[in-house]
T-cell receptor, first 115, second 114 residues
């Protein structure tokens, strides 16, 4: 079964500083990988996804993520954070080949932005 | 704009009550999902459905059931609510296909069982 680990429960970053959120996955084949963001009181919004091809994926709101097969990682980055980026971030993995098995989520990383 | 709508944002129910959480999507998606979200545990899959009248157990189905009579609607049922079912419930939908595509989420229903 697949699993996702987000090692950091909370991260505090100053506004304007760079950001990296870590995600490690466990899966027997190449997975489909996702990053979702959840603003307070809201549902989840997709930031970006990786299916195949270029290992550096660009998403919305200036985010990007890099798939590293050798490290089983899919870390999320942003060069300069804004106060509006404060939210909960979830990494997720889905099984190869599709189906309706749903996503397996990490436990989330809570991002705090300092002024 | 694609939309997944959950009928209630907040619900307060009493222990032992039968509770219905409703979810409707307007994207003609085949797949629908119910997750529960708890602090420190992330999102956990309760049930999913890949077609009308079809349902599959997820990781934590105990104490829950589901109903999918129409393609656009997926209901989560708590037969006899208990305090440990106090949580945020998220509905999602996705189109069928290979590869597995992104899921679209509703705003969530925060259920409190007292």
């Amino acid at each position: 079964a697949q699993s996702v680990t987000q090692p950091d429960i909370h991260i505090t970053v100053s506004e304007g500083a760079s950001l990296e959120l870590r995600c490690n996955y466990s899966y027997g084949a190449t997975p489909y990988l996702f990053w979702y963001v959840q603003s307070p009181g809201q549902g989840l919004q997709l930031l970006l996804k990786y299916f195949s091809g270029d290992t550096l994926v660009q998403g919305i709101k200036g985010f990007e993520a890099e798939f590293k097969r050798s490290q089983s990682s899919f870390n999320l980055r942003k060069p300069s954070v804004h106060w509006s980026d404060a939210a909960e971030y979830f990494c997720a993995v889905a099984p190869w080949g599709g189906g309706a098995d749903g996503l397996t989520f990490g436990k989330g990383t809570h991002l705090i932005i300092q002024p | 704009d694609v939309k997944v709508t959950q009928s209630s944002r907040y619900l307060v129910k009493r222990t032992g009550e039968k509770v219905f959480l409703e979810c409707v999507q307007d994207m003609d998606h085949e797949n629908m999902f119910w997750y529960r979200q708890d602090p420190g545990l992330g999102l956990r899959l309760i049930y999913f459905s890949y077609d009308v009248k079809m349902k599959e157990k997820g990781d934590i189905p105990e104490g829950y059931s589901v109903s999918r009579e129409k393609k656009e609607r997926f209901s989560l049922i708590l037969e006899s609510a208990s305090t440990n079912q106090t949580s945020m419930y998220l509905c999602a939908s996705s189109p069928r296909g290979q590869p597995n595509t992104e899921a679209f989420f509703g705003q969530g229903t925060r259920l409190t069982v007292v």
